[in-house]
């Protein structure tokens, strides 16, 4: 049985969205333990029209939120009544939990999964590592996309061991295909930083590193992950879902634009549709905060229920694929 | 009169885009001389069936062209025949000559623009910064965009005042709004070099600083520079041009995936193609290389004759609204 818990707050749709999300997820798989942690009363009476296995579903009181108006560090430490802070102390203190999914805040959630959980044996910082969908129809993941602002090649490298076993055990991706994020595809571009990194990289035989990739390169989905520095990560990540959005925004309101316009959109709707769903970040489960002690996913914070759904089945996965403990037993390989 | 050298090979659709768009800019421009720098008897062929004020073009013979496959630095030194090197000689040695325009490889035309050309005083190092078009129908510089990977806060501080003056001197934005790319809007976000940055400009009163902006806000257009390491600003802008080629690449697959989708296809045509204008490289002009000693501006590879037109304007306006001096005069009043 893998136990996890779901937080049932922060999420622009919560505590609806998460709720429904952890029902689909226990009545899909039969080896699920979930824990809800929210405000008792708004879960209980959500739940009540709702068909489950009730002896794989128990709540945690924890009626206090952490939202963006909250400082990260601080609210992980002093909140004690919020749900974000509940699931963390749970994570800490139970063995038989393996790990949660949270829509909440990305900056605490971080900074509980480092000041409360710990690292993963020999993993020197954890790192956000979230996927994107490619129009080939895979997934691509960027790691680190935010969690580590100041790197060095040495992480780098932690980085791209971590991803890769990541997009093994989460997506089955076989001998994923790794790439470094750099400002042109030749072995000497970039900083010093970068240069030392391709130099590590190339030297891993067991990542299968296939070079510099631009950053234009994201979307095509020839590689199955992007290693980079967290700054450079979180404007590769921010930058494509800010313009796909706008660019659909411009579709949209292309199709809105005339009389003609509109019979047009008629036509093409159901096929737009279909354009759009393999688009969506909620069909996609969410990010992964790699290295930390126990298995913690973070969703979109506007996701909706099949959102959650596939960030729990992505935890369940994870834990029952062992990630953790396969980070560990390759970084002491590369250490020794 | 102000005269602009365009480099006329090295692009895609070089030489004929080149030609097309500085007979363009010939006619529209009465007080501009171009010279003509690349293939002479290719040149002559193609200016044949062409109408324009035979005083005020030239042609410098140099047949070859740097490429992609070049290395910059080094084929800026020795490709002697190449045009634009022979550019670079030109605008150095040359007294009359304002600038030049080009539509080659961009490695090659910063290493020529730093190591033949030098800077204006007081600049540290130039950068690189192209504008994208926005989705309220204005533009946003990035800069520096990939000239200098390794950064720190004054040199940020430099792209914003050179940048700033250069969307006033370029586009006619009155007190342009200038931002700083970070991970988060919050003044403490991101690494040392950004909270140093974000004080550095807050005292910066010749800059209207609106403090710090996330990736995915940059097409938006609320801001008219977007301030940034050298690294992070490539993927900034490659990684928005990708995802916003991708995904009209994906609507034009969807608007052919069926019949019914290629009859409502003929409906919204014609609305379509006006929106594909407004996100149009081809519509914008091109990026400046700023703090150099004369003004230089790199066309899109594959952009057309408009295109190429475009970036002659753009030098020509720079060169009228005297950027270069106005660089050199705001610098010498911070170092003072």
Known sequence: MIKILVDTLGGDKSPVVNIEGAIKALNQIADLELVLVGDEKDILEKLADKKYDKNRLSIIHAPDVIDCNDKPTEAI???KESSMYKCYELLRGDES?????SIGSSGALLAGAVLKLGRIKGVKRPAFCPILPTMNQKVVGVCDSGA????DANLLKQFAVMGSLYMQKAYGVEN????????????????????EAYALLKEQNTVNFVGNMEARELLKGDVDLVVC????GNVLIKSTEGACMEVLKLVKRTLLSSLKAKI???FIKKDLYKTKQIMDYNNYGGAVILGAK?????????GNAESVY???????????????QAIESELSKISE
Chains 1, 2 share one sequence.
């Open 77 to 79: 430490r002093q909140k």
């Open 97 to 101: 939990v393996n790990g949660m999914v």
């Open 148 to 151: 580590n602002v100041d790197c």
């Open 176 to 195: 994923p295909k790794v790439a470094l994020l750099n400002v042109g595809v030749e072995e000497e571009k970039g900083d010093l930083m970068r240069k």
């Open 229 to 232: 520095d967290g700054f450079s």
């Open 264 to 266: 047009g959109a008629l």
């Open 294 to 302: 126990k298995t913690v996913v973070k969703g979109h914070g506007s």
């Open 310 to 324: 596939h960030c729990i089945e992505q935890a369940y996965n994870l834990e029952k694929n062992n990630l953790r």
